[in-house]
């Protein structure tokens, strides 16, 4: 299938004042699934014997084949060397057939200081690149997926340009891609029969062209894998329920994870962790070896909030795009560099305002 010659460098120009501008926040919803499914992977980890084999199974499906991947040498290791990884979110439902990455992250990790960082990029965001085409940054994995050349692995080929245009973007080499869709989040909730959570208003909203049909009843309930979905989804309604704000979504997305985390450490919960671990295979693909994928586990097993450092990048919106602002990009860039030399970067005390104030 043929696609669009690349348009022409486009030179920068600034949305015009008389236009209303609005800061556009990346989908909390999405960076929270990001968190989520790392969350799973690392608490499978810990475990030993047959849940250790189950996990070996998963990775197997996870991580990139065996045969293609180079041994790792000592000093390239997760426990020495600082790595970077991109983490793109697909929207995929085969209702609609969309590849689309509403999510696009970039995370660098430093085991000399055990900290992290995370820049999100607004999924409307014209990256804005010489050489590539004007288009929405969420459209750029989808276009390269249909580029590749017959018999090749479009998914490796699409990662691999990925990981070359953030590179480009951000001024560091970014070693590693994965991709997870929204199915991932369901399918783990169905692996461990459900969750209890509270559920704090009614919440009605339908959509024909993908299938969405949210139903929930405010109160205590056990919610299925659609269910959780549509509840920390749920924004809008057009049947005459409350809408929500991105605050109650946050809350809800804190509540079930707290939930999934609570039923994963029962004894029920973990009879059913190599279910979990299938989920998880199904719905990720990386090109992370899987000897690497172990020894990040090693190195970060122990990491916490206040080792993380969350950077969303801000800017205007110009329709079609997301105009970034310049210093919050250069802070970014400056970030994730930081993060990546040897020593890494002191973190601040947890009581620290700021601190707390970048976890947001």
Same mark, same amino acid.
């Given at each position: 299938?043929?696609?669009?010659?690349?348009?022409?460098?486009?030179?920068?120009?600034?949305?015009?004042?008389?236009?209303?501008?609005?800061?556009?926040?990346?989908?909390?919803?999405? *960076?929270?699934? @990001?968190?989520?499914?790392?969350? &799973? /992977?690392? !608490? %499978?980890?810990?475990?030993?014997?047959?849940?250790?084999? =189950?996990?070996?199974?998963?990775?197997?499906?996870?991580?990139?084949?065996?045969?293609?991947?180079?041994?790792?040498?000592?000093?390239?290791?997760?426990?020495?060397?600082?790595?970077?990884?991109?983490?793109?979110?697909?929207?995929?439902?085969?209702?609609?057939?969309?590849?689309?990455?509403?999510?696009?992250?970039?995370?660098?990790?430093?085991?000399?200081?055990?900290?992290?960082?995370?820049?999100?990029?607004?999924?409307?965001?014209?990256?804005?690149?010489?050489?590539?085409?004007?288009?929405?940054?969420?459209?750029?994995?989808?276009?390269?997926?249909?580029?590749?050349?017959?018999?090749?692995?479009?998914?490796?080929?699409?990662?691999?340009?990925?990981?070359?245009?953030?590179?480009?973007?951000?001024?560091?080499?970014?070693?590693?891609?994965? *991709?997870?869709? @929204?199915?991932?989040?369901?399918? &783990? /909730?169905? !692996? %461990?029969?459900?969750?209890?959570?509270?559920?704090?208003? =009614?919440?009605?909203?339908?959509?024909?062209?993908?299938?969405?049909?949210?139903?929930?009843?405010?109160?205590?309930?056990?919610?299925?894998?659609?269910?959780?979905?549509?509840?920390?989804?749920?924004?809008?309604?057009?049947?005459?329920?409350?809408?929500?704000?991105?605050?109650?979504?946050?809350?809800?997305?804190?509540?079930?994870?707290?939930?999934?985390?609570?039923?994963?450490?029962?004894?029920?919960?973990?009879?059913?962790?190599?279910?979990?671990?299938?989920?998880?295979?199904?719905?990720?693909?990386?090109?992370?070896?899987?000897?690497?994928?172990?020894?990040?586990?090693?190195?970060?097993?122990?990491?916490?909030?206040?080792?993380?450092?969350?950077?969303?990048?801000?800017?205007?919106?110009?329709?079609?795009?997301?105009?970034?602002?310049?210093?919050?990009?250069?802070?970014?860039?400056?970030?994730?560099?930081?993060? %990546?030399?040897?020593?890494?970067?002191?973190?601040?005390?947890?009581?620290?305002?700021?601190?707390?104030?970048?976890?947001?």
């Amino acid at each position: 299938m043929s696609t669009p010659a690349p348009l022409p460098p486009r030179t920068r120009t600034k949305p015009q004042a008389t236009k209303k501008k609005t800061k556009r926040r990346p989908r909390r919803f999405l *960076v929270f699934l @990001f968190s989520f499914l790392i969350v &799973v /992977i690392v !608490a %499978l980890a810990v475990y030993v014997g047959d849940l250790w084999r =189950d996990t070996n199974a998963a990775l197997e499906d996870i991580a990139l084949p065996a045969g293609s991947a180079k041994p790792i040498a000592s000093e390239d290791r997760a426990q020495v060397k600082p790595l970077s990884m991109l983490l793109l979110g697909t929207d995929y439902r085969k209702e609609t057939g969309s590849m689309n990455t509403d999510v696009v992250m970039v995370i660098a990790m430093n085991p000399n200081s055990n900290t992290a960082t995370v820049v999100s990029i607004p999924r409307d965001t014209n990256p804005e690149l010489e050489g590539y085409r004007t288009q929405k940054i969420n459209a750029f994995y989808a276009g390269f997926h249909r580029k590749a050349k017959e018999g090749e692995d479009a998914d490796a080929y699409a990662r691999s340009k990925m990981r070359e245009m953030m590179s480009e973007f951000f001024g560091i080499p970014v070693d590693y891609a994965a *991709v997870v869709n @929204f199915q991932g989040f369901s399918d &783990v /909730i169905n !692996a %461990l029969g459900g969750v209890k959570v509270y559920v704090d208003q =009614d919440m009605r909203y339908t959509d024909s062209a993908d299938g969405t049909d949210i139903n929930l009843k405010k109160g205590d309930q056990k919610l299925d894998g659609k269910e959780a979905l549509d509840f920390v989804r749920y924004r809008k309604s057009n049947h005459g329920t409350a809408a929500s704000s991105d605050f109650d979504r946050n809350d809800r997305q804190s509540r079930v994870l707290a939930a999934i985390i609570d039923k994963m450490k029962s004894v029920g919960g973990a009879t059913k962790l190599g279910n979990v671990i299938g989920a998880v295979g199904d719905n990720m693909r990386t090109d992370i070896p899987k000897d690497q994928i172990i020894n990040m586990l090693k190195a970060y097993y122990d990491i916490n909030k206040e080792q993380v450092r969350f950077i969303p990048l801000e800017g205007v919106w110009d329709s079609p795009y997301v105009y970034l602002n310049d210093e919050k990009l250069e802070e970014a860039k400056q970030a994730l560099a930081e993060e %990546l030399t040897t020593e890494g970067r002191k973190v601040q005390a947890a009581a620290s305002p700021s601190a707390s104030d970048s976890k947001e």
